[in-house]
């Protein structure tokens, strides 16, 4: 009776440290106008719209459990459309899990017409995460890496703000992950053997 029971408290247990069935929300605002769309468990949102003034275009996002896990996030945003003024995007999504240090990569690529820019930010329940831009016009590209320390679950965002002064066309891919330590790890080798590779060639060369 005493391993039933023990098994049972262990389910509990089990069951109270999973993490919440995540939730994807995808906002689109003009300052005026706000759009707003939750996911239906698939991982994948998104719509069409044509009635912000003066701006026609297409959003979407992707997320788990389409493309990363509960452990190993991966949360994408893409835009495509022609505009003038001014659109925040944000997606955001929850449900993770950590135990202590996160490190998430955070970029960015797209082209952007004559007179628009944009800025993205890349942000945890726990804080901002970093931030790109201005970007623009022409074509754009960042990435980079974060940290921070969690325990337990969490979220994880971007928020895409575009400016434009005229009508111009524009799309990017945007994306936030959580790569597993192994990855990093790797990274992290792979550029410890490069130092070590032009370090000992620059030392070998005639001067």
């Known amino acids: 009776?005493?391993?039933?029971?023990?098994?049972?408290?262990a389910g509990v247990l089990g069951i109270l440290a999973m993490p919440a069935q995540a939730?994807?929300?995808l906002t689109v605002s003009?300052?005026?106008?706000?759009?707003?769309?939750s996911g239906d468990g698939s991982g994948v949102l998104g719509f069409a719209s044509s009635s912000f003034p003066g701006w026609a275009f297409a959003v979407g996002g992707a997320g788990t459990p389409l493309i990363g896990t509960d452990s190993t996030p991966d949360l994408h945003l893409n835009f495509f459309g022609v505009g003038a003024g001014t659109l925040t995007i944000s997606l955001q999504d929850d449900?993770?899990?950590a135990s202590g240090l996160i490190q998430p990569r955070t970029q960015i690529g797209g082209v952007?017409?004559?007179g628009a820019t944009m800025t993205l930010a890349a942000f945890s329940t726990a804080g901002d995460l970093l931030s790109f831009g201005p970007l623009g016009p022409g074509l754009i590209s960042a990435a980079d890496y974060a940290s921070q320390t969690i325990n337990g679950a969490y979220g994880l965002g971007l928020t895409a703000t575009i400016t434009?002064?005229?009508p111009s066309a524009m799309s990017f891919d945007a994306d936030v992950s959580v790569p597993e330590p192994a990855t990093l790890a790797l990274v992290?080798?792979?550029?410890?053997?490069?130092l070590v590779f032009f370090g000992r060639r620059r030392a070998t060369m005639p001067v």
């Open 1 to 9: 009776m005493k391993a039933a029971g023990g098994l049972a408290l």
């Open 23 to 25: 939730t994807e929300i």
């Open 30 to 37: 003009d300052g005026v106008t706000t759009k707003t769309v």
């Open 95 to 97: 449900g993770f899990l």
């Open 112 to 114: 952007l017409g004559d």
């Open 164 to 166: 434009s002064t005229k």
């Open 188 to 194: 992290g080798a792979a550029m410890l053997g490069s």
